[in-house]
Structure formats: structure tokens, C-alpha cells
């Protein structure tokens, strides 16, 4: 990635260099959700969720930093993941005081951070709450959906670690899909392309995209399903 | 000051949760933040990911070193003494590199005895205890 680009646009901030920039790193941003699948969140969320941060990312990366853009991103990306499933809160189990302990630790997490105006540490949590530091680490290892019960289960005996952590050469069938991924998205009729393009480029909401082309809000939703099925399914045939 | 615990494992994905627990404990107890401790768990699933990520056997070797405001995490993989079942140890994938490059302050890898080996560090951000 030429820094001259990232240099143009932040200038600029051209709609269509950052479209392209968007589209050229949205791979990134779905990699790494696929690293947090299966772990209580549905995949299409978790991509939407990156998608976001990615987006959010193009905006705000200044190429003076001396950070590679997909560090920068990669770090984004990762952040929005886990405030995700932080919000989320799980579908592990776990006993039902640690799940409520984790709850409780998101709303405190929150609440220190904007006292301190840092995050805070396990001491203060554990202050904060009323509750042993060991009993924070225990919520936060049950808790973070994802890293849940499924990732460590007791695995078959000849499983690797890459077939369980979901690694790129294990489980969906992944190949750089970064070529594919336009053709895909170009064999969507007209309505879905613009549909995904508003939520994962442009970023708006549902309803936001909702209002702008004049469908219901739930109408959005079920095209962005759908749109997301048809890629999925285009990618797995190889068009 | 400076703290090491040693950890050593078989090859099994459901004992990585000892990797994570040991290092968000020594982080906890050195007052890193929890966005750091978060940060810190999932660049140990990346660690040990990128080492002995396709291995179905051999000893995974886990060193961790708390000193001052830094924590040191290596992870070894093992193979001396395994029935040669044709295992090379895999290139890790680049997302892997990149997510540790995004969690961590400092890393590298080399052979080490012959398994693949990964280091790793991050500093406590804040300074004050």
C-alpha cells in the first residue's frame, strides 16, 4: 500500500479513495472476525462489527505515525471486536455468579474508565466491586465470549490448535478472497449492492439506510441477509 | 524485581486456557490495565497459535518473565524425542504476525530447538503504581 495514497486522502478525504481504500482492506476486517467466530456471536454480526472498525480506521489513520495502516487497523478492528462481545455480553456457561460478575465488570469497566480517563486496573476493579482479584480474573477468562467454553472444551485427541482457534488454513474454506470479493459483490442485483455498500463502506445504520432508500428498516435487514448469504455462497463456488 | 513461571504442555487446544490465565495473572498483579490484560490473552492464543499451530504432538514450553513493567512471554515448541511423523514446522500466518504487531510491544521467533519458537513482550502503559 503506497503511503502516497493514505497521505492523498487524508488531504482530501475523497469519497472514492476512500472507497477504494475500504474495499481494498475490508479482507483484514473479515479475517479477523472469522479469528472470534464460533465463539457465541454469529459470524455475519461479528464481520459487520469489523467491517465498521475497519471503516472507522481509514478515517482516522494519520500515515505520519510511522504505524503500518493494517497495524493500525488490525488494533482497531480488535478493539471494536471485544467491546462487542464486552456489550454483548455471552452465551457461554458458566456458573451464574461469574455471569453476573462479568456483567456487572463490563459496566464497571465502562464506568472507571471514564473516572480514571484510563482503563482501569484488576485492583480497582476489584475494589470497585467488592470482590477478590482472583474472582475478576476468574469473570474475565469465563466471560469473554470469545474466548468461550466452545474454543476450550476438551477437543478430539488428533485436533490441532489451528483447527480449534479457527486459523486461516483450518475450518471455511478461505483463499485470498480479496480478488473474488468484488465479482462477488458485483453478481448482487442493484438494490443489495447499494444496500451493502451504505452499511459496510458507508457505515451507516440500518435505519439510517432505511431512510435513505426508502424501505423499512427490516426490509434493510433481511437484503443484508440475504446479500450476505449470496457472497458467502458465490465465494464457496469460486465465482 | 523479576518473576519467571514456567509452564510445560502437551499439544492440546483446551490447556491453552493455563497460557492465558498464567499471563493475566503476573499482568494483573503488576497493575497492568485490563485493556491490556484483554489485549495480552489473545496475543498468548496468537503466540502459541503461530508455534505449534498444526502440531498433533511434542511439549509445549511457556516461559513467562514479569519484570518491573514488562512482561516477557515465550512459547517453545518441543519436538526432541517424537516419532518423526513428517511434522515441518508451519511458516505462521500472517494474521497471526499481524495481530501479535498490533497487541504487543515486541516480538520475534526463531527455531529454537528445532520446533519453532516465539517471543513476545509488552510494558504496563501507565507508569504510577
Known sequence: ?239 | MSDTVALSLPVRSDLLVLARITAATMAARADFDIEEIEDLRLAVDELCLSVVGGARSGTVRLEFTLDDATIAITCELDRRGEPDDGYVPAEPDDLSIRLIEALVDEHHRDAGTGGGRAWLSKRRSRVEH
Open chain 1, 1 to 239: 500500500m503506497p503511503r502516497e495514497r493514505w497521505v492523498e486522502f487524508a488531504t482530501s478525504r475523497d469519497e472514492r479513495l476512500r472507497d477504494e481504500l475500504v474495499t481494498e482492506h475490508i479482507d483484514l476486517a473479515r479475517r479477523l472476525a472469522h479469528r472470534f467466530a464460533n465463539r457465541g456471536e454469529p459470524y455475519d454480526d461479528l464481520v459487520q462489527v469489523g467491517s465498521i472498525a475497519l471503516i472507522k480506521a481509514v478515517d482516522r489513520f494519520d500515515p505520519d505515525r510511522g504505524v503500518e495502516f493494517t497495524t493500525y487497523a488490525t488494533g482497531t478492528v480488535i478493539g471494536e471486536l471485544k467491546r462487542h462481545f464486552r456489550d454483548k455480553g455471552w452465551a457461554v456457561r458458566a456458573p451464574r455468579r461469574i455471569q453476573e460478575l462479568y456483567l456487572e465488570l463490563g459496566h464497571t469497566i465502562d464506568a472507571l474508565s471514564q473516572e480514571l480517563g484510563r482503563p482501569p486496573t484488576v485492583p480497582e476493579l476489584a475494589d470497585s466491586i467488592g470482590v477478590s482479584q482472583d474472582a475478576i480474573l476468574e469473570a474475565i477468562e469465563a466471560g469473554q465470549g470469545y474466548r468461550s467454553s466452545s474454543i476450550d472444551a476438551p477437543g478430539q485427541r488428533d485436533e490441532t490448535l489451528a483447527d480449534r482457534l479457527g486459523s486461516d488454513d483450518a475450518g471455511v474454506a478461505v483463499v485470498d478472497e480479496r480478488s473474488v470479493l468484488a465479482p462477488a459483490l458485483a453478481a448482487l442485483p442493484e438494490r443489495q449492492q447499494e444496500v451493502v455498500r451504505l452499511r459496510f463502506v458507508d457505515g451507516l445504520t440500518q435505519s439510517e439506510i432505511a431512510s435513505r432508500v426508502g424501505i423499512s428498516q427490516m426490509h434493510v435487514s433481511r437484503l443484508l441477509a440475504q446479500s450476505l448469504a449470496r457472497i458467502r455462497q458465490n465465494l464457496a463456488e469460486g465465482h
